[in-house]
């Protein structure tokens, strides 16, 4: 056979699957990890590297209030390194920082969920904040401590649910495009690859930007935009007690190592490409992230940006997950988490699981993530959100 | 349509000042190119790092310089009239009244391209150590940023002395600080052996040439102009280490043998600078015949990225050019009367840039190196020096040691194994183990990961991809990054997105979204 990837073995597995994942991200990888641990014979197709796009590249918080999926995403974190057997740089609790009062009321708002929650919430002042924070300066106005979520490294964590998964007998095949699928009766029997075919009972579409396209092939429409978002990094810092710090307008953390990786402000629509890839710079945006990170921790102000990055989410039209088993397949399940998907994994992941192998999930209400809540969207939905790339708006 | 008010739609950069040409890189490309297009009519701005901040410098930026610079860089004002000294060209191209700014970085150029499409233009962001960091749009740019040398660890390599031959020739030729009088050099290729002959020239000593393989790899006429000047070439040996004492290294080990010297020169391997295109998104690719990974370039020397171009090493390293360099001002003068003609200033130039002839095989050599001097090594010596990686640890893809993770399976597996099907990945493994993650940004470690990789899964070096360059790709504090801001970032600004509903708590969510129901305002909850 060709092989036109220099590296690549030649003589391809194409053995079926019982379930096939298509997406190497995170929320592929972990629907899979948890497919394999209940002994599910599952094999992801990654077009790329494993991780490689937004799932290895995002801020590493694990603190999603809003989500059905919150108590389940707190429930595991502290049990993910034992679980998957491999480091995933897991720390609990967060501290965020309000610069000024408006940000404190905003913040606020997410402490009151949280609480609602039964989850714990101290309100810091200034001094509070700077006894805990290091790098913290005179700038502050008050801070939150939340008793919860925290922070994971990205790409060790998604190389961990592909090890993990392997480990129980689940297979991952990188370099490898999706072009199609075949179909009898209700069911996807197959997926075509540039690779050749290979067979499934269950199909799980999870390719963040291109699950839209791939769904669209059949016949299922999931509503979604891409989006270009940037970070930044320092060289290393004296470790701080706690590293979720963040605020003033950023997300982030200080790593185990102790470089400060922070993102925020303004993102860029842009279009869906299909093909793997690109060299996803940067642009000066960097600057603003650079400055707001120096407001926060004033004290760091010196510490050099050595890296920053780009990442191109998906987004639904309200941003938030699909999660669901469209109509009419038997044997299908989406899922796109909307840009917000690392800190939600193991507990996407364990849902997913869930809707592959028994239709609905049992620890958590998913009627919010259904696909149906789209079906009076307006068809124009993209242009009246402001959300077509800036070539199209023009065109 | 209303743009999204929280994306970048709508949102304006804060250019500081405007040129039609931006050069970067001051050596012979960028000045023939800065020459040429200033007598062209055009607007010319000539940017160059050097004299490089000491403590910068430390850093290894943007050469290995090895802890060698002489205590008189510390003197700015010194280094920059040493600087002209040295190329007196520069100071002809002052008197002609073009914009030339020494000690200015460039740490990234940016331009619109698939999935980035909202800046005005080219823009460059340049650093120097009075105006801080700002940013410069342009028209057209000639990105001459020369080269730099390959580093190749062995037990000892992180002590001072050990620095690039190309450093030394640049401390000892530009800086006229080069801290050494006694050098062995580590290589025989046709750059390290000229390289040799200079710093003669210079007046420092040569106390040998070491080349692993058998024979040397220049070729016989340069071979003999080193034996003339009394260099001693020792073939089929590599270090094994160093002796050293408080001011770094005094003598290199051999296998039976140690050579007393104040320095050792990384010769094994000269690569062209291609960090900024790189990092701006210009297509590069693994090019035998031009030292390494350069960038694709069409006619004029135009990038994959239009209005930027390549010219002198940074677009491709080979001995009649490193001999000569009248062939990487010939470039610099094509690239510049193409930026003329793009300028509609000019006709397209007539002519075709120097091509390198077939070259030895590069790969060979350079994996050879690594073999020999880092995988046969009789000591464990970090390859990434910021982040304390070794060979094994990158090989075995360990966790970093301050996670104190229990070892991993992966000891008994293959990189194919661990990593799954596709070449290895220089990225992946440094997101795993952390190696060229450090404020060196990967200038010490590349190629030698580049080149362990392909060792362990045998195969030709070009295989293994390039490890990215990111901006800044020069280090730049925080407060220094902050550039001037559009007033209406800040009042847009969000930490995500800013979406009306994705922070709303699930159980207060609408049954149906329509984007008509959002004129319901909810609270707005920032992530």
């Not at chain 2, 320095?263 to 297509?283: K, N, T, W």
């Not at chain 2, 995988?375 to 104190?404: F, G, K």
Request: overall charge negative; aromatic content about 6%.
């Amino acid at each position: 056979m060709n092989n036109p990837i220099p590296g690549i073995p030649s003589g391809d597995d194409n053995r079926g699957a019982s379930v096939i994942v298509i997406g190497g991200g995170v929320t592929g990888l972990s629907t899979a990890f948890w497919l394999a641990e209940a002994g599910v014979d599952v094999l992801v197709l990654e077009r790329g590297i494993v991780g490689w796009e937004a799932s290895g590249r995002n801020g590493g918080g694990c603190s999603h209030h809003h989500s059905p999926l919150f108590a389940e995403e707190q429930r595991l974190w502290p049990m993910m390194d034992e679980l998957l057997g491999y480091p995933t740089e897991f720390r609990p609790n967060r501290i965020r920082i309000a610069l000024s009062p408006e940000q404190f009321t905003l913040y606020g708002r997410a402490a009151a969920n949280a609480r609602k929650q039964g989850f714990r919430v101290d309100d810091l002042d200034a001094q509070a904040v700077r006894d805990l924070v290091p790098l913290a300066g005179d700038n502050i106005h008050a801070g939150h401590y939340y008793h919860f979520g925290g922070h994971a490294n990205p790409h060790r964590t998604v190389q961990a649910y592909a090890w993990a998964l392997r480990d129980r007998g689940g297979r991952v095949r990188q370099h490898v495009t999706v072009t199609g699928f075949r179909r009898q009766g209700g069911r996807v029997t197959a997926v075509e690859t540039d690779r050749g075919v290979i067979s499934c009972d269950h199909l799980v579409i999870a390719a963040g930007p291109q699950t839209g396209r791939l769904a669209a092939m059949l016949e299922v429409a999931i509503p979604m935009r891409a989006a270009r978002a940037e970070m930044i990094v320092t060289e290393p810092l004296p470790l701080m007690p706690l590293g979720g710090i963040d605020g003033n307008g950023l997300y982030g953390r200080q790593t185990l190592r102790g470089n400060l990786a922070y993102g925020g402000g303004p993102h860029e629509w842009v279009e869906t490409e299909e093909q793997s890839g690109g060299p996803r710079p940067s642009t000066p945006l960097s600057g603003s992230i650079a400055r707001r990170v120096a407001e926060l921790l004033p004290k760091a102000a010196h510490a050099r940006v050595i890296r920053s990055w780009s990442g191109i989410i998906e987004n639904t039209p309200d941003g938030r997950p699909v999660m669901d088993r469209p109509a009419p397949w038997q044997n299908l399940t989406v899922a796109t988490l909307s840009g917000v998907g690392f800190g939600l994994s193991p507990a996407s992941g364990r849902a997913l699981m869930q809707l592959v192998m028994q239709g609905r999930c049992d620890f958590a209400d998913l009627s919010s993530l259904r696909l149906g809540r789209f079906d009076r969207l307006e068809p124009d939905w993209d242009a009246l959100q402001g959300w077509l790339p800036a070539g199209m708006a023009t065109a | 349509m209303t743009p999204d008010p929280r994306s970048v739609a709508g949102k304006r950069l804060e250019i500081a000042e405007r040129t039609q040409i931006l050069v970067v890189g001051a050596g012979p490309a960028g000045i023939a190119a800065a020459r040429h297009a200033h007598q062209g009519g055009a607007q010319v701005m000539l940017v160059d790092e050097h004299p490089v901040p000491f403590e910068t410098m430390g850093e290894s930026v943007p050469q290995i310089w090895g802890g060698r610079m002489g205590g008189r860089v510390r003197n700015r004002n010194a280094m920059t009239e040493r600087m002209l000294e040295a190329r007196p060209d520069l100071v002809e191209l002052f008197d002609l009244g073009v914009d030339i700014r020494l000690g200015t970085a460039c740490w990234g150029l940016f331009a619109n391209q698939p999935n980035l499409g909202w800046m005005p233009g080219l823009v460059a962001g340049l650093m120097d150590e009075e105006q801080g960091s700002h940013l410069v749009g342009f028209d057209q740019a000639v990105v001459a940023t020369g080269r730099r040398d390959m580093g190749l660890a062995f037990p000892g390599w992180d002590l001072p002395g050990v620095l690039g031959a190309g450093a030394a020739l640049m401390l000892a030729r530009l800086y006229d600080a080069l801290d050494s009088r006694h050098a062995v050099m580590l290589g025989s290729t046709p750059e390290a052996l000229l390289a040799a002959l200079d710093l003669i020239d210079a007046g420092v000593t040569i106390a040998a040439v070491v080349e692993q393989a058998e024979a040397a790899a220049a070729p016989e006429d340069l071979v003999a102009r080193i034996r003339a000047a009394g260099v001693e070439i020792v073939t089929g040996e590599a270090p094994r280490g160093v002796t050293s004492d408080a001011d770094g290294v005094t003598g290199l080990m051999l296998r039976n043998r140690t050579i007393p010297c104040d320095s050792v020169l990384l010769g094994v391997g000269a690569v062209p600078m291609i960090d900024l295109l790189q990092a701006a998104g210009a297509r590069c690719t693994f090019d035998n015949d031009r030292g390494g990974f350069v960038p694709v370039l069409k006619a004029g020397g135009e990038t994959s990225l239009a209005g930027i171009r390549a010219a002198g090493d940074c677009a491709g390293i080979w001995p009649a050019k490193s001999a000569d360099p009248a062939l990487a001002e010939a470039e610099g003068r094509l690239a510049a009367g193409a930026a003329l003609a793009a300028l509609g200033l000019a006709e397209a130039p007539v002519g075709d840039a120097p091509q390198p002839g077939p070259a030895a095989d590069l790969g060979a050599y350079r994996k050879a190196w690594v073999r020999a001097s880092v995988v046969e090594a009789v000591a464990d010596m970090p390859v990434c020096q910021c982040e304390e990686v070794t060979a094994r640890e990158i090989l075995d893809v360990s966790p970093p040691r301050y996670l104190n993770a229990p070892h991993l399976p992966n000891l008994t597996r293959s990189l194919t194994e661990i990593l799954g099907e596709g070449p290895p990945d220089p990225d992946q493994i440094k997101r795993l183990t952390r190696a060229g993650m450090g404020p060196c940004q990967g200038r010490r470690c590349r190629e030698q990961i580049q080149a362990l990789l392909a060792l362990q899964e045998d195969l030709s070096l070009g295989v293994v991809p390039l490890a990215g360059y990111r901006s800044p790709v020069r280090p730049l504090s925080l407060a220094a990054a902050a550039t001037p801001e559009d007033p209406a970032i800040a009042a847009a600004w969000d930490s995500w997105f800013g979406m009306p509903r994705q922070w709303v708590p699930f159980w207060d969510v609408e049954d149906h979204y329509t984007v008509a129901a959002l004129a319901t305002q909810k609270e707005h909850v920032s992530e």
